[in-house]
């Protein structure tokens, strides 16, 4: 069964920092580009962030560059989502997706996990 | 950022009703453009890709058609679990973005 599981989220204050894991099982996890999306409580959804096969291409939303960072690790099968200097309005589930067609078509997704950034 | 505008925003229709959504794109974004389906407290789940090819495994009474900048999201027979939120989302260009959300109810 292709099965993708976040962990790591959690209640953390602003300016914090949380790292994101994500462990994929029954796919070829490095033949897919990989991404982050997001959903605020009651919102729509959020691309985050996406990552080439072997890591070598990453691109972020305008409201993350610069304070998250994603990554791989292709022989754990896992995927990986620093996210530093917190703000409020990064609460939502996580979302880690495997993408097809040139990093374009979210095609298996995770349950996903839960960040809450509060004081 | 490429603006993504479904309508209408909520919906309500009937068992065995056809079911139409629509999807805007702020400027032309060719046939690179997915559907997606989120039933409450789940996580959403591929639909139909490059505007129109549906993704395996998903009923044949979902369709999608399209091109350029206006795309629509068709069921022909609404089924009880189709009661979910239908997204559209454009990969043309990054950001890749995401339309609001239709909320589909049953009557």
């Known amino acids: 069964e292709e099965k993708l599981v976040e962990s790591g989220g959690n209640l953390v204050q602003p300016g914090g920092s949380l790292r994101l894991s994500c462990a994929a099982s029954?796919?070829?996890?490095?033949?897919?580009?990989m991404s982050w999306v997001r959903q605020a409580p009651g919102k729509g959804l959020e691309w985050v962030a996406n990552?080439?096969?072997?890591?070598?291409?990453?691109y972020y939303v305008d409201s993350v560059k610069g304070r998250f960072i994603i990554s791989r690790d292709n022989a754990e099968k896992s995927l990986f989502l620093q996210m530093n200097s917190l703000k409020v309005e990064d609460t939502a589930v996580y979302y880690c997706?495997?993408?097809?067609?040139?990093?374009?078509?979210?095609?298996?997704w995770g349950q996903g996990t839960m960040v809450i950034v509060s004081s | 950022d490429i603006q993504m505008t479904q309508s209408p925003s909520s919906l309500s229709a009937s068992v065995g009703d056809r079911v139409t959504i629509t999807c805007q794109a702020s400027?032309?974004?060719?046939?690179?453009l997915n559907w997606y389906q989120q039933k409450p407290g789940k996580a959403p789940k591929l639909l139909i890709y490059?505007?129109?090819t549906l993704e395996i495994g998903v009923p044949s009474r979902f369709s999608g058609s399209g091109s350029g900048t206006d795309f629509t999201l068709t069921i022909s027979s609404l089924q009880p679990e189709d009661i979910a939120t239908y997204y559209c989302q454009q990969y043309d260009n990054l950001p890749r973005t995401f339309g609001q959300g239709a909320k589909l109810e049953i009557k």
């Open positions: 997706v495997r993408v097809r067609n040139r990093g374009g078509v979210f095609d298996l």
């Open positions: 400027q032309d974004i060719g046939y690179y």
């Open positions: 490059d505007a129109s």
């Open positions: 990552i080439k096969q072997d890591g070598s291409g990453k």
């Open positions: 029954g796919i070829i996890f490095i033949d897919y580009w």
